[in-house]
Structures are given as structure tokens and as C-alpha cells.
């Protein structure tokens, strides 16, 4: 039986997750694995009132775990600063680290990894991309045979929750505190809702399928707060649902990296995830397109992740750092205003002759096609909300328009969402 002990730093919601399930699923994991596993110290500040840890010896300094003589540290104190310092100090006592921080990894990744190889220690992290939904050890390992050349989907648990209750008629504040009540959320739910947690999250798996640097260079990030209920139901009229996206794309040896909403096809796979549900597409040259769904957040799928990473240490302690040993590249990233998409447009105009056409012949004037303009029903306060498809052009033209549009004597108000192509 091989087994491992274990130092917990942090004893907070995912943490206390961990070792319920480590208690809870011990048998599972044994009979799965063949792995057995004893968490011997936890570093808390304070006492958790949802968790017990019966005998387990508890220090109230979290730096003082990675004295203790345990083979891994599992670092779960979220934040990028202090988890960094911890993370090193315990490299340097030469301790196997697993994290569900992807704070720290997208910002510290690449001198985590250095560190570790040098130490002749493993950093895992495949709860830090979708909690237990398998993505880091997938591409890594199981697809390591293939060129990716585009990873896309939602990677952020708390705005698909959010989204898909939207589309069935919920508040958006409400549904926030909701899944904070669930532990989906953030401690500051706003890297979920304003896109920064998916952004960490594809910058992550940008490094180890295109091989860019932790951290990344700056890419287009935006989140989900100016999209409203009836959005899903103009989107809806025309066959698509709106999701949060996180893409990275390579391309004749660029590469695309972007999270933001997005306007997709309601026919395709990641159409009808919906709650917690985190999803992927990933394009692979020998075995095509690979879908993988699953929840990604969350107290269970993330112990999920965690244990999947204890696991892989315990069949194999004593190989160091595979991150720091992939070869880094040197892709250009393009620049986000000079892709090219179709856009979704709401305006909200007076209902009065002549509105659509002094939209059409603004949009004339830019060179900017349209697919399709529809005018929907009158909203009672004299304005009535317009629905516009465009053509494909160039995100650098975009916010001109959109403030064009918005300038027109007859339009109130104007929003848009970029249409994902298929
Ligand atoms: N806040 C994150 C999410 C937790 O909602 O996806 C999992 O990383």
C-alpha cells in the first residue's frame, strides 16, 4: 500500500472539503488507487464551526506546517502573496506541493516550477482548472501525444450558474449570493462575475498545451455583469444561448487568448451545460474534437482534484517538477482588436419612423454588414428594443460603433455580446 502524509495549510471551505473526503471516500480511494493517505498536520488560523478534525494536530501559523515532517504540503490559503512564499518555503524544505490556487499558478507559475525541479519536488495543481473536473493531467499526460491547437469553454463554475439561471428567469444578484451560499463563488466573487478566475484558469492551460510563459502576456479579459435576462431571450429567437468563454487558439503560430461572454450556438455541446458545469472543447490532431464537462467548483469537486493529485504523487514521489521541464515557446500573441467576430447588438430606440434606417446607414457608413435587424415588441415606455446581427469584422472597430450607435438621436441605449463562430 502506498501512502503519503499529508500537511493541510488553510481550513477553509475547499480544505475542510478535502478531509471530509478523505475520511468519507477513504475506502473508495483505497479500492480505486490502492493509495492510502493520512492528513498529520493542519496549519489554521482560526477554527472552522463545519468541519472537526478530531486528533489531527493543528497550528495556528501556517508557515510552521512546512516544518512539520510530512511529504506534501496542500496549500490552500487562496490569494497569490503569502500562498507564494508558502508554496516556496516548502519547495525549499523539500516537500511535494499540490494547490487548488490558480491565482498563484497563473502568476507565480513558472518560478513554482523552477524552484521545484531544482528541489527535486512536484507541484500539482489539477484542482486549480475546474476543481475535480480532469483537464491538467488530461492535456498533460492522456493528450500528451497530440498538437492542441484550441482549448475553448466555460471555466469559471460561478458565471455558468449564474448564466444558466438568468436564462431560466433568475435575478443576477440573487443567484451571486446563491452561489456563494454553495461555495461555488470566490471570497471576492468578483474574479468569477468580472472574468479574471476564468482568465487564470485559461492562462493555465494555455502553458501547458502552447507552452506560454506563468504569467502570461496581458489578453482581453471581460466578464458577465452587463449581460441582462432578456439578452437569453433575444439570443434565443435566433438559436443561440450566451455562456462565459475562455479560449486559447493557435494558429499559423499565433496564439489567441480571450475570456468574455459570448453568444453561442444552442445546438452545440457546451450549450447545455448548465449550473456549476464547467466545459470543455478541445481540438487534438490524432483523436479530433475531445468534450469534457463535469462540475467545476465546489467543496466535493474540488477534493475531487485534490486527491486525484495525491494519488498521482503516491505512484510517483520521487520524479521532480514535468512542468518546469516542458519546452517554453515563443508564440506571438495577437492582438485581440484585430479578430474578427460577428456581434450581437441590443438598442433600445424611440419608436418612431425612420429608426432603422438611420441605424442601417450608420452601419452603411462603416462598412459593417448586417444578417439580420429585427424589431421586437414595444417595451411601453415609448422605445422599442432592436435586435441587430452583424457581419464579421474587426474588434478594433468595435467600441467606435457601438458608441456611433449609441449617439444616434433615436437610440437610448445599446449593448452587444461577440457571436463565438462555430
Ligand atoms: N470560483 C471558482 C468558480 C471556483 O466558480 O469556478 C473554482 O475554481
Redesign the pocket.
Known amino acids: 500500500m502506498k501512502s503519503l502524509n499529508i500537511g493541510i495549510c488553510g481550513w477553509g471551505n475547499v480544505a475542510t472539503g478535502m478531509f471530509k473526503a478523505l475520511n468519507d471516500n477513504a475506502d473508495a480511494i483505497k479500492l480505486n488507487s490502492g493509495c492510502s493517505f493520512e492528513v498529520k498536520v493542519i496549519g489554521a488560523r482560526r477554527d472552522n464551526p463545519k468541519c472537526n478534525p478530531g486528533d489531527t494536530k493543528i497550528l495556528r501559523d501556517i508557515f510552521e506546517v512546512v516544518d512539520c515532517d510530512v511529504d506534501v504540503i496542500v496549500e490552500l490559503i487562496g490569494g497569490v502573496d503569502v500562498a507564494r512564499e508558502l508554496i516556496l518555503k516548502a519547495i525549499s524544505n523539500k516537500k511535494h506541493v499540490i494547490t487548488a490556487n490558480?491565482a498563484v499558478i497563473f502568476h507565480h507559475g513558472d518560478e513554482i516550477f523552477n524552484a521545484a525541479n531544482k528541489n527535486g519536488v512536484k507541484v500539482l495543481f489539477e484542482a486549480a482548472v475546474c476543481?475535480g473536473t480532469p483537464i491538467i493531467k488530461l492535456l498533460s499526460e492522456e493528450l500528451a501525444a497530440n498538437n492542441i491547437s484550441k482549448i475553448s469553454g466555460m471555466l469559471?463554475?460561478?458565471?455558468n450558474f449564474i448564466l444558466s439561471n438568468m436564462e431560466e428567469g433568475s435575478e443576477f444578484k440573487p443567484t451571486l449570493e446563491l452561489a456563494q451560499k454553495e461555495g461555488?463563488?470566490?471570497p471576492d466573487p468578483a474574479?468569477?462575475i468580472e472574468g479574471m478566475?476564468a482568465a487564470h484558469k485559461i492562462g493555465i492551460l494555455s502553458s501547458i498545451a502552447f507552452g506560454t510563459p506563468l504569467p502570461p502576456e496581458d489578453f482581453y479579459i471581460e466578464g458577465i455583469t452587463s449581460i441582462e435576462k432578456s439578452d437569453f431571450t433575444y439570443a434565443s429567437d435566433m438559436g443561440y444561448t450566451i455562456k462565459h468563454l475562455a479560449v486559447a487558439k493557435l494558429e499559423n503560430e499565433s496564439l489567441e487568448l480571450r475570456a468574455h461572454p459570448a453568444l453561442i450556438r444552442k445546438s452545440s455541446h457546451l450549450a447545455n451545460l448548465t449550473g456549476v458545469r464547467?466545459g470543455m472543447e478541445i481540438d487534438t490532431d490524432l483523436i479530433g474534437k475531445i468534450h469534457i464537462a463535469g462540475s467545476?467548483?465546489g467543496q466535493e469537486s474540488?477534493a475531487s482534484g485534490l486527491i486525484s493529485d495525491l494519488v498521482h504523487l503516491s505512484n510517483c514521489p520521487d520524479v521532480s517538477s514535468d512542468e518546469s521541464q516542458k519546452v517554453k515557446t515563443t508564440y506571438k500573441l495577437n492582438n485581440f482588436n484585430d479578430l474578427v467576430f460577428q456581434y450581437y447588438f441590443y438598442l433600445e430606440a424611440e419608436d418612431k419612423p425612420g429608426v432603422m434606417a438611420s441605424i442601417t446607414s450608420m452601419l452603411a457608413s462603416k462598412k459593417v454588414g448586417i444578417e439580420s435587424i429585427v424589431q421586437k415588441e414595444d417595451h411601453g415606455k415609448n422605445s422599442v428594443p432592436i435586435i441587430l446581427i452583424t457581419d464579421p469584422f474587426k474588434e478594433h472597430d468595435h467600441a467606435e460603433l457601438q458608441k456611433e450607435l449609441l449617439e444616434l438621436d433615436s437610440v437610448k441605449a445599446v449593448r452587444s455580446i461577440r457571436i463565438e463562430a462555430e
Do not use: H, M, R, V
Request: cysteine-free; aromatic content about 12%; glycine content about 12%.
Open positions: 490558480k476543481a469559471n463554475g460561478t458565471s461555488y463563488a470566490e474574479f468569477d478566475d464547467n467545476g467548483a474540488t
